[in-house]
T-cell receptor, first 115, second 111 residues
Framework: DTGVSQDPRHKITKRGQNVTFRCDPI?????LYWYRQTLGQGPEFLTY????????KSRLLSDRFSAERPKGSFSTLEIQRTEQGDSAMYLC?????????????FGAGTRLSVL | DQQVKQNSPSLSVQEGRISILNCDYT??????FLWYKKYPAEGPTFLIS?????DKNEDGRFTVFLNKSAKHLSLHIVPSQPGDSAVYFC??????????FGSGTKLNVKP
């Protein structure tokens, strides 16, 4: 399977702990997106990378959140000092260059529960 | 501010009939629209899209209609099948590389 892979699938942590999620996009895709989805809502944009450059960040991405894509391949999303309000599904998506750039391919997500 | 809205949280349709899912948007700068389908425990998967220069796009049983003056798009599924039961999200895109998603409509197709 060469789709978008996210790890871990589930993460339970205590409030105040740091967590890190990983996303491996489809190999030839240069664009990578992170979203957050809460119950009953659609995905909310967090940040966007083109290759290794982080080109867009949502105001939802507070200073406790940081994302990297060091070599333009996989990406990590770190949340420091987690809060109960951070509990959500974190989705990663990738898209190719060119005419198909508007079509995103999503991973299955990482479900975060902050106790 | 929610720029893309799906006002129907759920829809139930009999197998073989038409399913119509609706989506409204507020930003006239959106130039591309997409529908995604999501099954439980999976990420959303792309279904069909339409550019703002068109008013209709068809792919098999799925047709998306865009009414720019009303800032409204709809997804028609004909005929509906039980395997179509899922949550459907509409999404809109601008050239600023940001996608905005609606809150989803859960479709249940009854056999």
């Amino acid at each position: 399977d060469t789709g978008v892979s996210q790890d871990p699938r589930h993460k339970i942590t205590k409030r105040g702990q740091n967590v890190t999620f990983r996303c491996d996009p489809i190999s030839e895709h240069n664009r990578l997106y992170w979203y957050r989805q809460t119950l009953g809502q659609g995905p909310e944009f967090l940040t966007y990378f083109q290759n290794e450059a982080q080109l867009e960040k949502s105001r939802l991405l507070s200073d406790r959140f940081s994302a990297e894509r060091p070599k333009g391949s996989f990406s990590t999303l770190e949340i420091q000092r987690t809060e109960q309000g951070d509990s959500a599904m974190y989705l990663c998506a990738s898209s190719p260059q060119g005419l198909a750039k508007n079509i995103q391919y999503f991973g299955a997500g990482t479900r975060l529960s902050v106790l | 501010d929610q720029q893309v809205k799906q006002n129907s949280p759920s829809l139930s349709v009999q197998e073989g009939r038409i399913s119509i899912l609706n989506c409204d948007y507020t930003n006239s700068m959106f130039d591309y629209f997409l529908w995604y389908k999501k099954y439980p425990a999976e990420g959303p998967t792309f279904l069909i899209s339409i550019s703002s220069i068109k008013d209709k796009n068809e792919d098999g049983r799925f047709t998306v209609f865009l009414n720019k003056s009303a800032k409204h798009l709809s997804l028609h599924i004909v005929p509906s099948q039980p395997g179509d039961s899922a949550v459907y999200f509409c999404a809109a895109y601008t050239n600023f590389n940001k996608f905005y998603f609606g809150s989803g409509t859960k479709l249940n197709v009854k056999p």
